[in-house]
């Protein structure tokens, strides 16, 4: 090596975080949904912080610029630890490695400088709150920030001037999934001993030091509060308390990887997960949960980017703006003519009776006066229903899932994770079972129509439900509204059906295998189908035959996130018992009956498995506990919906948030994750749809 130049390594390979199939679809489903949380939460962050006058002040233009850097190191390692998740090569270029080093050590330095001086500013304001604005100047927080980015670069280069001329000559195998230096020393071609004590110093130590001069400014200020105790000391704490969670949850994985003399490799990838995903999640979802200014902010600013506005013209129409009004009906006479007003807090919803062709001014009435009011308007309202056709409701209006903005907020990250991950798992199946040969048999052409029809499920009524969470106005069409219990009530049939079939097609291959392939010959399997869909299609057309007619002449509010029969019916003007009996009779004595059905078949085959126990018995099982799950997972909300005596608003919501977006995801984590031979055709199409080759 004398003389030479050793440094020939063009590229690192990462062995991974596993290489357990299970682990890794789990791992590629959380950090997926973190990273995408954490994007959106600190995105949020920044944006209210620029765009609300309340939040121009120190302590939040210094937590707008930590989201900003939050965003920053969700995105060096995140993206490519996701995107080799299921790649058999898993490599990085030698600049490529060297890149990353940079940027992760540049937003380290950022971050810690940034938390030492939010700590600084929480000082100020509580033990100096007099001088507050005097030394928390925005001169002097801009100089903070020039601070920390320049402290931040300088650590980094300063460590990046030793390792770029490092001889790499051979082993280039890096036991993780993103580049660091402690790992990538390690494969120099020569004695790195006194580097290594340097990056040791530089990152460790200053991790170490940085760590005790906040833990010194909080224990100064928690006992100047609890010197001066006064009312203000619980909100001083509170922040307080958010400040050390997100110092504790930044400096602990630093401190263990940079100091700890005996490193583990797999509590080192735990800790690098932790730092490059979690901790960037959590940062907003602290600020903002343990901040209520900065809820109300966020609340503003997602109203002003979903707030609606609608303007009709000026002849034979009216205007119409978002009011916030406790719930009542303000009656508003003029000329002889009547104009009812339904308002809901946050919307203004119209009925329209003998609506005057010039109408120049409304009355917002109080609760009693509108109560008083109504009983006078009803007289007339009821006397206008005696004949003709009153079908004028125009649009259907949601009151949504919760007015709470937490629960608003959890369910947008949860609904739209679960919503892109039940699609994607339902497409590979489909798309497995398809170009996998193995995979061409009764039981997989089933299961792949099975995932099909959950591509349905997941998008009748999951988009709008997660685009409506934060509108003001939710409100669909009145041919939408119908439109939407036309597919929820198809798609229902025909997974009703399917389900079956697959019930029977695991019938015959454990009771009567040796006529399995030609009872369930490929005919037969297009005869299901065909009939799964023709019972679907007309299961529905049944229903909405007797709904389309029916007169919907005034209120239009559902207490739900969707379009369904039992609640649509009780809008109606006229009395609808019987067609709810009908609904009952057709929805919910359906489902009974094909649960039942499928218990039954499902007896049947464990008492036979169970009479013929054989070596196959545990695969049969476990199959057939996987068709058990799913019918459980489908038939449990639809029973309760349809045939409970004694219906709940809240309980329906969520069974129908479960089935509408959490069941068709696990349907494929079932099929998937308890099916070897299904497991082993999903992981070829990965590698045929990632891999690539290096010449």
């Not at 200014?293 to 129409?317: H, P, T």
């Not at 003029?334 to 003998?354: K, N, Q, T, W």
Request: charged share 10%; aromatic share 12%.
């Amino acid at each position: 090596m004398d003389g030479v130049n050793c440094s020939v390594v063009s590229e690192f390979v990462f062995l991974g975080l596993t290489n357990s199939w299970d682990i890794q679809l789990l791992l590629f489903v959380l950090s997926t949904m973190f990273y995408m949380a954490s994007m959106m939460g600190n995105s949020l962050t920044v944006l209210t912080v620029v765009s609300d006058p309340h939040l121009h002040s120190p302590m939040y233009f210094l937590l707008a610029n930590l989201s900003f850097i939050d965003l920053g190191v969700s995105s060096v390692c995140s993206p490519k630890m996701i995107y080799d998740l299921f790649r058999k090569h898993k490599v990085i270029s030698f600049r490529g490695c060297i890149t990353q080093i940079f940027f992760i050590h540049v937003i380290g330095g950022v971050e810690m400088v940034l938390l030492i001086v939010m700590a600084f500013d929480r000082y100020v304001a509580i033990c100096k709150p007099l001088h507050y604005l005097t030394i928390m100047n925005p001169r002097m927080c801009i100089f903070f920030l020039v601070a920390s980015w320049m402290i931040g670069l300088t650590h980094s280069v300063v460590q990046l001037v030793f390792v770029v001329n490092l001889p790499f000559c051979c082993p280039n195998v890096l036991d993780g999934f993103y580049c660091d230096f402690p790992r990538l020393i390690k494969l120099a071609c020569m004695d790195t001993y006194r580097l290594e004590f340097m990056v040791t110093a530089n990152s460790g130590l200053i991790s170490l030091g940085s760590f005790f001069i906040l833990i010194i400014f909080y224990i100064v200020i928690i006992l100047t509060v609890q010197k001066h105790s006064s009312t203000g000391s619980f909100k001083a704490l509170s922040t307080l308390s958010a400040h050390i969670t997100v110092v504790v949850l930044f400096f602990g994985p630093l401190i263990f990887v940079y100091t700890w003399p005996f490193p583990s490799t797999h509590l080192d990838k735990f800790l690098a997960i932790f730092d490059a995903v979690i901790t960037p999640f959590l940062n907003p979802v602290i600020y903002t949960f343990r901040n209520q200014e900065m809820k109300l902010a966020m609340k503003r600013v997602c109203r002003q980017l979903v707030r609606e506005k609608r303007v009709a013209g000026v002849n034979g129409s009216w205007a119409t703006q978002e009011i916030f009004l406790c719930p009542q009906v303000c009656p508003t006479t003029r000329g002889g003519g009547i104009h009812v007003l339904y308002v809901f807090p946050g919307s203004l919803l119209e009925g329209s009776h003998f609506i005057p062709s010039q109408l120049s001014a409304m009355t917002f009435l109080s609760s009693k006066a509108a109560s008083q009011a109504l009983s006078i308007a009803a007289a007339p309202l009821a006397g206008s229903m005696d004949g003709g056709n009153h079908s004028v409701v125009s649009e259907i209006v949601f009151l949504g899932l919760t007015r709470s903005w937490e629960i608003q907020l959890l369910l947008l990250v949860l609904t739209s994770v679960l919503y892109v991950a039940s699609m994607t798992g339902n497409i590979l199946i489909v798309f497995s079972v398809t170009t996998d040969p193995h995979l061409h048999s009764p039981m997989y052409f089933l299961l792949a129509g099975l995932s099909f029809i959950d591509l349905g499920a997941c998008s009748v009524t999951s988009p709008k439900m997660i685009c409506d969470l934060f509108r003001k106005r939710k409100a669909i069409s009145f041919g939408g509204c119908i439109t939407q219990i036309f597919f929820i009530h198809v798609i229902g049939g025909v997974e009703m059906v399917l389900l079956m079939a697959m019930a029977f097609d695991r019938y015959v291959a454990i009771c009567r295998p040796l006529h399995y392939l030609t009872i369930m010959s490929p005919r037969m399997c297009v005869l299901f189908l065909t009939a799964a869909w023709g019972l679907g299609v007309i299961h529905s057309l049944f229903q909405l035959a007797f709904l389309i007619d029916l007169p919907f002449c005034g209120p239009n509010v559902l207490d739900s996130f969707y379009c369904d029969l039992p609640r649509l019916l009780t809008l109606a003007c006229t009395d609808t018992s019987k067609l709810q009996f009908m609904v009952t009779a057709n929805s919910g004595f359906i489902c009974v009956g094909s649960f039942f059905t499928l218990l039954i078949s499902y007896v049947f085959i464990l008492f036979t498995v169970w009479k013929h126990s054989s070596g196959g018995s545990s695969k049969t099982l476990s199959t057939m506990s996987a068709h058990i799950t799913v019918a459980v997972l489908f038939f449990g909300p639809t029973l309760f919906v349809y045939t409970w005596p004694h219906p709940n608003s809240q309980i329906d919501k969520y069974l129908g948030v479960f089935d509408a977006v959490l069941t068709p995801f696990l349907n494929p984590v079932i099929y998937t994750l308890r099916n070897k031979k299904m497991k082993a055709a999903i992981k070829r199409v990965c590698k045929q749809l990632v891999m690539y080759k290096i010449s």
